[in-house]
């Protein structure tokens, strides 16, 4: 016990010169409209984007922003994800959603797999969105590691209501001979492949009852579900209570370098350390991710309160510019649809953005069309100053 709390202390002494360099990084691809962007040249004017859910801190900004929590009150290290602020982040993350326990994962792919695999059982089927992230990004993982066969529902809608999951299940029912069990239906809220569209309570509550007349599990994929909640006005706990397991991302919105918590009953919850070690997660420290979201986590409802506000009046003042057109998404979030006339030149504005304002813009589909994304960038910056920017800037990029 003594060696292990001096290879701790020393941990602590250490500090940040223990940092891995595996910071979040702003892909040019992104809104690289030209060959090469200057970097930005004002430190102390942060920059903005409407491409993110979050910051998207730069490697030195994050190195500072941790020397700042540091400084405020030195960073306990965990170990091996054991103790110190990975194990306080664990706390808030179970009272935040009402579950007994929650843990940290590195990978949101992990947390999502792993809660279907417990939950799941020996039944072999589990209900998911065609469009969600667990059937179309995890690469299969459900199938080949874990023997679970993904039945998706919703094909070519935002989200599946409770007509289309018993649809499917009557299918199944009716067409297969030799039957296998289905033991969870996954929900994902708000929808990424939907742009930021958020599945209604009433729709949750109607799969969620269902699920339990007919004791079927429910998993949801919450990775942004912070941002469902400011936009929907439905608090976490209450999105929470209709399922068993509930995993939120950290580092989309709360700045970390990656990781995910996974919450629910200590049942649960209890078995997942020992299937993070099978598949090979378990890492040495994890504090330099966790120590960054426990710092966004205090404040984030206030900051996005701010932000539903700032969205409200931006997307309304910048409709008033002649050419700009931003469209709301139904039961949409934070991200909004943007068209701009065939007089602006899109690239000289995100340019001239980007340059003159730091200002980051994406760029726009084929058919013409950016995503436009609020997050808590906006408040780094006064309202006004924003709007005087891109109005400067619909002026540069109006072709004469």
């Known amino acids: 016990m003594k060696e292990k709390n001096n290879r701790r202390a020393f941990m602590a002494q250490l500090g940040l010169s223990t940092i891995p360099f595996v910071f979040p990084k702003i892909e040019k691809n992104a809104i690289a409209f030209e060959d ?11 920059m903005i984007n409407f491409i993110y859910d979050g910051l998207e801190l730069s490697p030195d900004a994050y190195l500072q922003k941790l020397k700042e929590i540091s400084g405020s009150q030195p960073i306990q290290p965990d170990f091996y994800g054991s103790g110190g602020v990975t194990k306080l982040l664990e706390e808030k993350f179970a009272k935040l959603t009402g579950k007994e326990k929650a843990i940290y994962l590195p990978t949101g792919t992990m947390a999502n797999q792993l809660a279907l695999k ?9 209900i998911v ?20 066969r993904l039945i998706p529902v919703g094909i070519g809608k935002p989200y599946y209501n409770l007509a289309d999951m018993e649809e499917a299940i009557r299918y199944l029912d009716e067409n297969e001979v030799f039957k296998s069990g289905l033991g969870t239906v996954l929900i994902e809220s708000p929808v990424r492949r939907a742009n930021g569209a ?30 469902a909640s400011a936009f929907s006005g439905v608090s976490i706990s209450e999105y929470a209570s209709y399922f068993d397991t509930v995993y939120i991302s950290l580092y989309k919105y709360l700045n970390a370098g990656g990781g995910a918590m996974l919450c629910g009953d200590a049942e649960i919850i209890d078995q997942v350390g020992h299937q993070i070690k099978i598949f090979g997660g378990t890492v040495y420290q994890s504090w330099f991710n966790t120590a960054m979201a426990n710092h966004y986590l205090d404040g984030i409802d206030d900051r996005w309160k701010q932000v539903v506000g700032i969205s409200k009046s931006m997307v309304a003042d910048l409709n008033q510019i002649k050419g700009v057109t931003l469209t709301a998404i139904p039961n949409g979030s934070n991200i909004f649809l943007m068209k701009l006339s065939n007089d602006i030149d899109l690239k000289k504005l995100a340019n001239y953005l980007y340059k003159e304002h730091q200002i980051m813009l994406g760029r726009a589909t084929k058919e013409g069309i950016v995503k436009f994304a609020f997050n808590d960038s906006l408040l780094t910056r006064a309202y006004p100053q924003v709007i005087e920017a891109w109005k400067k800037g619909i002026e540069q990029a109006r072709n004469s």
């Open 36 to 46: 090469e962007l200057p970097a930005n040249g004002t430190e102390a004017q942060s």
């Open 118 to 126: 417990l939950l799941n059982q020996h039944n072999t089927k589990v």
């Open 129 to 148: 969105p065609e469009n969600s992230h667990v059937y179309r990004d995890e690469a299969d993982a459900a199938q080949s590691v874990h023997g679970k």
């Open 198 to 227: 958020f599945v209604p309570m009433e729709t949750v509550r109607e799969i969620s009852k269902y699920c339990k007349e007919h004791h079927y599990k429910m998993h949801l994929d919450g990775a942004r579900i912070h941002i």
